[in-house]
């Protein structure tokens, strides 16, 4: 079998793949670490982003890619697709979502079904990386913010009143140096047209 026949069986992943299957450790041995990814592929169905250890959400992402794209190519009709979905979905009402939701929503994507993000390290925490994986096109609002001098953004928002509240505290004490050294001018003055006209 050549190259341009054995494409036609397997569909192409939209990522890049490693060439080695990451060492998850479990107790449990190779089915512990299938139970994991599978419990993963289930989570990243029916939420659409969770956060997890690095490892283990790039190899999900793999599973969960070639079961939307198996899931596109072939339908709901095709036997082998719908075992595969039936392994893979922890909870079987999430099968009839990949079908029905996530099949018309990814039919004519050219990109990836989903992204990983790399998210930021505690300061004081072990040293285990994380990532968030979600799906393209979840409702939830984007990670990334694509505008950056948008002064509606709440922290721009914030900043704002906090410089502000500053620059209004610093016109006050400048007005309070200027009103004593006013006063004490004016004082000598006095004193000094007190001593003038005895």
């Known amino acids: 079998m050549n190259q341009a026949q054995v494409t036609?069986?397997?569909?192409?992943?939209?990522?890049?793949?490693?060439?080695?299957?990451?060492?998850?450790?479990n107790p449990k041995g190779p089915e512990g670490r299938l139970d994991?990814?599978?419990?993963?592929?289930?989570?990243?169905?029916?939420?659409?982003?969770?956060?997890?250890?690095?490892?283990?959400?790039?190899?999900?992402?793999?599973?969960?890619?070639?079961?939307?794209?198996?899931?596109?190519?072939?339908?709901?009709?095709?036997?082998?697709t719908m075992e595969i979905a039936d392994y893979w979905l922890l909870e079987k009402e999430l099968i009839h979502k990949l079908f029905k939701v996530l099949v018309p929503r990814y039919e004519n994507c050219n990109t990836a079904f989903t992204k990983m993000y790399r998210a930021p390290r505690p300061l004081y925490s072990r040293n285990i990386e994380?990532?968030?994986?979600?799906?393209?096109?979840?409702?939830?609002?984007?990670?990334?913010?694509?505008?950056?001098?948008?002064?509606?953004?709440?922290q721009n928002v914030l900043l704002d009143a906090a410089k502000y509240d500053y620059r209004q505290a610093k016109y006050a004490e400048m007005a309070d140096k200027i009103g004593k050294t006013e006063n004490q001018e004016l004082n000598k003055l006095s004193k000094k047209d007190e001593i003038t006209t005895e």
Not at 132 to 139: A, I, S, T
Request: charged share 35%; net charge positive; glycine share 4%.
């Open 130 to 154: 994380k990532a968030v994986l979600e799906l393209r096109g979840n409702p939830y609002p984007s990670l990334i913010n694509k505008q950056y001098s948008n002064r509606h953004l709440i």
């Open 36 to 80: 994991k990814l599978r419990k993963t592929v289930t989570g990243l169905i029916k939420f659409e982003r969770i956060e997890l250890n690095f490892n283990r959400a790039d190899e999900a992402r793999q599973y969960a890619e070639r079961l939307i794209s198996e899931a596109i190519v072939h339908g709901d009709c095709h036997k082998p």
């Open 8 to 25: 036609k069986l397997v569909s192409k992943l939209r990522i890049k793949v490693a060439p080695e299957p990451r060492r998850l450790r």
